[in-house]
């Protein structure tokens, strides 16, 4: 009754009035009572408790009364003392502090805290003390020793967060960890949205790319979550998936349902959070990038630069023009000739490239980009210019010249020029899937009759790289791939894979339909050869068939 009348207060004086009426103060009161003060005490933004309340007679007392005699709180009542002094905070020096941790120590040593206490304690210290706190150690220590059958599902969300504060002793707690990540499956089902979102930030600070049946267990879950999820709590769980790799269409589809709904009132960050998600997993989520298109143009004022690179990005990389797409390329242009200073120059670089990737083409910024300060600008301090942004350059050059006719503006020198795309890393062009490679080109082979009439990732002068080349003379017919003379035609045979794909899907990524855009503008024959074809054939033969109706169709040019 005392307990339950001491909540019902709602300010420091109420809490305090009713202490002055009482003829004694036991310490578990005192206790309680000095936690319910620092719940309701501080204002708005203060870290401390008004000054008044703090020289306050009677809240010297109860603080001196938890002082005195702490052996005669319980468990609950000590860990209740010490979060009231994180909320306050006070000197970690003082003699109120020293003592209750001596005693929360004593009892450490002789195992009399049970499991829910030591991981309130753990959480009290981390926020505290920080990682670097001793009698932290002397928490983990007993949690490790204790069976988690045991645990409330809360106090596994807390052991994530005491072992998240310590990440530069994540080797030395693994095999504890890997306790924890193997029995937490079991729990996911009765843990809240903020706790879901809780252990897969712990997870992440913590690097446990290992734990996948608990990752995919908290997807799973995280799906029914979404509506609970606060802003911040959303954005941790999609940076999580980000880290861990991890999609799932029944999430996919819960939160384009969500954004769809919500966009408008959607916090910056969590919408750009959102289509880096999409960006990452290439996943092509039409009402999502739609929902971000309309939002961008209503709401343009309210995303920084690099939001809003992570906004437009996505579209050039899955290669989607939403229906709004002249309104939202207006609003761009509008906004970066406003505030085009605030852009960095790689960020600003990936931005106009990735839109050139879906043919809108920033022609009143080429002449910016391809200008000497900027690329001065755009090298810093370093000796040379990294090869992404080389490449970049190097595409949008090739773009001015192949799709804009109409600019007249500055050239990008030679010197900035890459001779190929296809690089080991950071690569502007996707590799071709070597198990497909090797399908078609048994099957060519067994088409041309002899592995002499095509040849295999042909470097290009312009910058691509080919998968199959075969070259026509002028009749059509196939000439030997060592002939140089008498060329008329050459047919670029494109084996897209699933990685030149979004995600379960038929639609080209951004990268890969400029290659093709830019091949046939250059005056190649692209035959399309994608995976999703492939794998509807049975046999050798089924493939020779495929291959010959492909490249010698009724109105194919080229000639067996």
Same mark, same amino acid.
């Given at each position: 009754?005392?307990?339950?009348?001491?909540?019902?207060?709602?300010?420091?004086?109420?809490?305090?009035?009713?202490?002055?009426?009482?003829?004694?103060?036991?310490?578990?009161?005192?206790?309680?009572?000095?936690?319910?003060?620092?719940?309701?005490?501080?204002?708005?933004?203060?870290?401390?408790?008004?000054?008044?309340?703090?020289?306050?007679?009677?809240?010297?007392?109860?603080?001196?009364?938890?002082?005195?005699?702490?052996?005669?709180?319980?468990?609950?009542?000590?860990?209740?003392?010490?979060?009231?002094?994180?909320?306050?905070?006070?000197?970690?020096?003082?003699?109120?502090?020293?003592?209750?941790?001596?005693?929360?120590?004593?009892?450490?040593?002789?195992?009399?805290?049970?499991?829910?206490?030591?991981?309130?304690?753990?959480?009290?210290?981390?926020?505290?003390?920080?990682?670097?706190?001793?009698? #932290? @150690?002397?928490?983990?220590?007993?949690?490790? =020793?204790?069976?988690?059958? +045991?645990? %409330?599902? /809360?106090?596994? *969300? !807390?052991?994530?967060?005491?072992?998240?504060?310590?990440?530069?002793?994540?080797?030395?707690?693994?095999?504890?960890?890997?306790?924890?990540?193997?029995?937490?499956?079991?729990?996911?089902?009765?843990?809240?949205?903020?706790?879901?979102?809780?252990?897969?930030?712990?997870?992440?600070?913590?690097?446990?790319?290992?734990?996948?049946?608990?990752?995919?267990?908290?997807?799973?879950?995280?799906?029914?979550?979404?509506?609970?999820?606060?802003?911040?709590?959303?954005?941790?769980? #999609? @940076?999580?998936?980000?880290?861990?790799?991890? =999609?799932?269409?029944?999430? +996919?589809? %819960?939160? /384009?349902?969500? *954004? !769809?709904?919500?966009?408008?009132?959607?916090?910056?960050?969590?919408?750009?959070?959102?289509?880096?998600?999409?960006?990452?997993?290439?996943?092509?989520?039409?009402?999502?990038?739609?929902?971000?298109?309309?939002?961008?143009?209503?709401?343009?004022?309210?995303?920084?630069?690099?939001?809003?690179?992570?906004?437009?990005?996505?579209?050039?990389?899955?290669?989607?023009?939403?229906?709004?797409?002249?309104?939202?390329?207006?609003?761009?242009?509008?906004?970066?000739?406003?505030? #085009?200073?605030?852009?960095?120059?790689?960020?600003?670089?990936?931005?106009?490239?990735?839109?050139?990737?879906?043919?809108?083409?920033?022609?009143?910024?080429?002449?910016?980009?391809?200008?000497?300060?900027?690329?001065?600008?755009?090298?810093?301090?370093?000796?040379?210019?990294?090869?992404?942004?080389?490449?970049?350059?190097?595409?949008?050059?090739?773009?001015?010249?192949?799709?804009?006719?109409?600019?007249?503006?500055?050239?990008?020198?030679?010197?900035?020029?890459?001779?190929?795309?296809?690089?080991?890393?950071?690569?502007?062009?996707?590799?071709?899937?070597?198990?497909?490679?090797?399908?078609?080109?048994?099957?060519?082979?067994?088409?041309?009759?002899?592995?002499?009439?095509?040849?295999?990732?042909?470097?290009?002068?312009?910058?691509?790289?080919?998968?199959?080349?075969?070259?026509?003379?002028?009749?059509?017919?196939?000439?030997?791939?060592?002939?140089?003379?008498?060329?008329?035609?050459?047919?670029?045979?494109?084996?897209?894979?699933?990685?030149?794909?979004?995600?379960?899907?038929?639609?080209?990524?951004?990268?890969?339909?400029?290659?093709?855009?830019?091949?046939?503008?250059?005056?190649?024959?692209?035959?399309?050869?994608?995976?999703?074809?492939?794998?509807?054939?049975?046999?050798?033969?089924?493939?020779?068939?495929?291959?010959?109706?492909?490249?010698?169709?009724?109105?194919?040019?080229?000639?067996?």
């Amino acid at each position: 009754m005392l307990y339950r009348r001491l909540n019902s207060f709602l300010s420091p004086e109420e809490v305090l009035s009713f202490l002055s009426t009482l003829d004694t103060l036991p310490v578990t009161v005192a206790s309680a009572a000095l936690h319910r003060i620092c719940e309701v005490g501080r204002r708005d933004g203060e870290q401390r408790l008004p000054k008044g309340i703090l020289e306050n007679s009677i809240f010297q007392d109860v603080c001196f009364q938890c002082e005195r005699d702490p052996s005669h709180l319980t468990n609950a009542g000590l860990v209740t003392a010490l979060q009231s002094l994180v909320m306050l905070p006070v000197d970690p020096q003082s003699s109120l502090m020293l003592s209750l941790m001596a005693e929360c120590q004593r009892r450490l040593r002789r195992g009399s805290l049970e499991a829910h206490h030591l991981c309130l304690l753990g959480e009290t210290l981390v926020r505290f003390q920080g990682s670097g706190c001793e009698t #932290l @150690e002397l928490v983990i220590c007993q949690l490790q =020793s204790e069976n988690l059958e +045991t645990f %409330a599902p /809360e106090d596994i *969300v !807390a052991i994530y967060r005491i072992l998240q504060a310590c990440p530069e002793k994540v080797d030395k707690h693994q095999t504890f960890l890997n306790t924890v990540n193997n029995f937490s499956p079991s729990i996911v089902s009765y843990l809240s949205p903020k706790s879901i979102s809780h252990v897969l930030t712990a997870l992440v600070a913590l690097d446990q790319t290992h734990a996948l049946p608990l990752i995919i267990k908290l997807g799973k879950y995280a799906v029914r979550c979404i509506p609970g999820f606060t802003n911040e709590e959303l954005r941790k769980v #999609l @940076e999580a998936f980000v880290y861990f790799g991890h =999609s799932d269409r029944f999430f +996919t589809e %819960a939160l /384009e349902q969500h *954004v !769809a709904a919500l966009c408008l009132s959607l916090d910056p960050e969590v919408t750009s959070t959102v289509m880096e998600y999409c960006s990452r997993k290439r996943i092509l989520s039409k009402p999502i990038l739609d929902a971000v298109a309309e939002t961008f143009v209503c709401q343009a004022e309210k995303f920084s630069p690099s939001q809003i690179s992570d906004l437009i990005e996505p579209f050039g990389k899955l290669n989607y023009l939403p229906p709004n797409a002249p309104a939202l390329f207006r609003k761009l242009e509008s906004v970066l000739f406003a505030h #085009l200073h605030h852009f960095p120059p790689k960020m600003l670089l990936r931005l106009l490239h990735s839109c050139s990737l879906i043919e809108r083409h920033p022609v009143n910024f080429m002449s910016k980009i391809f200008s000497p300060f900027f690329l001065q600008r755009l090298q810093g301090k370093e000796s040379y210019l990294d090869r992404v942004s080389l490449a970049q350059l190097t595409q949008l050059f090739m773009t001015s010249v192949l799709e804009c006719a109409f600019y007249k503006g500055p050239k990008l020198l030679p010197q900035y020029h890459v001779k190929s795309f296809l690089t080991p890393c950071c690569s502007l062009e996707t590799p071709v899937d070597l198990h497909l490679y090797k399908s078609v080109v048994i099957g060519l082979i067994d088409l041309l009759g002899s592995r002499l009439y095509f040849a295999s990732k042909v470097l290009t002068p312009y910058c691509y790289t080919i998968d199959v080349e075969i070259k026509l003379d002028e009749d059509g017919f196939v000439l030997p791939f060592t002939v140089d003379e008498d060329i008329h035609k050459r047919v670029a045979l494109c084996i897209d894979g699933p990685q030149r794909f979004c995600s379960n899907s038929k639609h080209l990524l951004g990268r890969e339909a400029i290659k093709q855009r830019h091949l046939r503008l250059l005056g190649y024959q692209v035959v399309q050869v994608p995976y999703h074809e492939l794998e509807l054939l049975t046999s050798r033969l089924e493939l020779v068939e495929y291959l010959q109706r492909k490249l010698f169709s009724q109105n194919s040019p080229v000639h067996w």
